[in-house]
């Protein structure tokens, strides 16, 4: 029977809640705001599957080739809705026109975030967008594994773990199962999220909630939480206390500390992200609407591809110089030493002093902002020579 001794050694991922016969596991969220599973030993038979079937306690090594690309959806409308170049909702269109399924994050009732499926093009609409939560998977990799048994073809999008999870439940590969991953730089607790999403909205009704609005550009996203009768709230990302938070690993799951999906060897078939400095690496793919980065991992990957690129603007790129700028691609994020006293203490204080405090920015100093301006400007250069040079 499945037992944690380590935090890290858990992303939350579901697999063994899923692969219970008994069904005597449930997820419970820790005092943080994560999900660990949680076993009823009276009704544990010790058959062991929870234990075979965790993809930390077994990782699965991948040995592929993969292709990089820049791009970017040629419908502006999509893209501009869409986190960077909107390229998730083509491939999600592809799959429900031949007549698939399609599982990714949704908004629930509360504006957490949980995996749910779409059978429909307007179905894929609440998938849209990057939400900076970790989404509970529940019994979705169940409910995959029963259409792929009815020869469905079925798409998964998640956080590289989420793809890990479902393919060891799965145990094999299923040629009508198209996994597709993100860069992902972590995930934020949901008590976190719901605590910053409540000081925000007081009493009033939320509408929609935009973590990555484009109105400001993509490069200078802003956070956005409209509300019922027509108010809003918008701030930038680099100024916004939860984007700022979440940027510096304050509330990250442990397990992203030391993610074990840090790789360019990935088992999801593609892999979907924000292209940061496209401007050096790609200039022509640059209008700050929004570029993404897409891995091509395998066959399956290059069929699908191959399927949407009529409606893609696209450059190819080596995968290498791809990532100079997106270091979570292959390394995990820096353990940020005040998090535990920011997870002790923030219900306690203001949320965004609290968050300034810790981060040591002094949004009003100019100084900063020039010194930090000038910093990323010598790194970008400085990279961009060194890869062109390779
Ligand atoms: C938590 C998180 C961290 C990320 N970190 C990075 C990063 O460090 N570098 C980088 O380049 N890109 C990162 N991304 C990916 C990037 O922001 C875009 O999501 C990706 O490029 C797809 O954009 P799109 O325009 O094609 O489609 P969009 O429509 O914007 O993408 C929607 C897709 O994201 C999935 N999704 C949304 N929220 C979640 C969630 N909470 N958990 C799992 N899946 C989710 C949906 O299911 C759908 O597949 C991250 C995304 C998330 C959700
Ligand atoms: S299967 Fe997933 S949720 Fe279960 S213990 Fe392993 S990592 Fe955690
Ligand atoms: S050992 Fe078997 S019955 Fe017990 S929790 Fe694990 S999967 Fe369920
Ligand atoms: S950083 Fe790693 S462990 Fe954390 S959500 Fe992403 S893939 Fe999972």
Redesign the pocket.
């Known amino acids: 029977m499945i037992e944690i001794i380590k935090k890290e050694d858990c992303t939350g991922c579901h697999a063994c809640y899923n692969v219970c016969p008994k069904e005597c596991i449930t997820m419970e969220h820790d005092v943080e705001g994560f999900l660990y599973p949680n076993i009823n030993t009276k009704k544990c038979i010790g058959c062991n599957l929870c234990e075979k079937i965790c993809p930390i306690i077994h990782q699965e090594k991948v040995d592929n080739n993969p292709l990089a690309y820049g791009c970017h959806n040629k419908n502006e409308e999509i893209?501009s809705?869409?986190?960077?170049?909107?390229?998730?909702?083509l491939i999600?269109e592809h799959v429900i026109n031949s007549g698939g399924i399609v599982f990714?994050?949704e908004f629930d009732e509360n504006y957490n975030?949980r995996h749910n499926s779409a059978d429909d093009i307007l179905g894929i609409e609440k998938?849209?967008?990057?939400?900076?939560?970790?989404?509970k998977i529940g019994d979705t990799y169940k409910q995959v594994k029963q259409l792929l048994k009815e020869d469905k073809m079925v798409l998964f999008?998640?956080?590289p773990c989420?793809i890990g999870g479902l393919k060891s439940y799965l145990k094999k590969d299923y040629c009508n199962l198209i996994c597709?991953d993100?860069?992902?730089?972590?995930?934020p607790s949901q008590y976190v999220w719901q605590h910053y999403k409540n000081l925000i909205s007081k009493d009033r009704n939320i509408k929609k909630i935009n973590f990555?609005d484009k109105s400001t550009g993509w490069k200078k996203y802003s956070l956005k939480l409209e509300f019922i009768g027509g108010r809003s709230y918008e701030e930038v990302g680099n100024e916004n206390a939860y984007i700022k938070g979440f940027i510096k690993n304050l509330y990250l799951r442990p397990s992203c500390y030391e993610c074990a999906y840090k790789t360019l060897n990935r088992q999801s078939d593609i892999t979907?992200?924000?292209?940061?400095g496209v401007e050096g690496i790609l200039p022509n793919l640059d209008d700050n609407k929004?570029t993404?980065?897409i891995f091509i991992n395998s066959d399956k990957g290059k069929f699908l591809f191959d399927k949407i690129k009529n409606d893609v603007v696209y450059e190819n790129v080596h995968i290498e110089k791809s990532i100079v700028f997106?270091p979570?691609?292959i390394k995990s994020c820096i353990y940020n030493k005040k998090r535990d006293l920011f997870m002790d203490n923030y219900k306690d204080n203001n949320f965004t002093d609290f968050i300034y405090e810790l981060t040591e920015d002094n949004p009003n100093s100019k100084l900063f902002i020039f010194i930090k301006k000038f910093m990323f400007e010598i790194k970008s250069i400085t990279k961009i020579i060194l890869y062109s040079s390779k």
């Open positions: 893209r809705q869409s986190t960077s170049g909107g390229i998730f909702t999600a990714g994050a975030v998938f849209r967008g990057a939400k900076y939560v970790q989404s999008t998640g956080t989420q597709q993100i860069i992902c730089h972590g995930v990555r979907l992200a924000d292209f940061w929004g993404s980065l997106n979570c691609a």
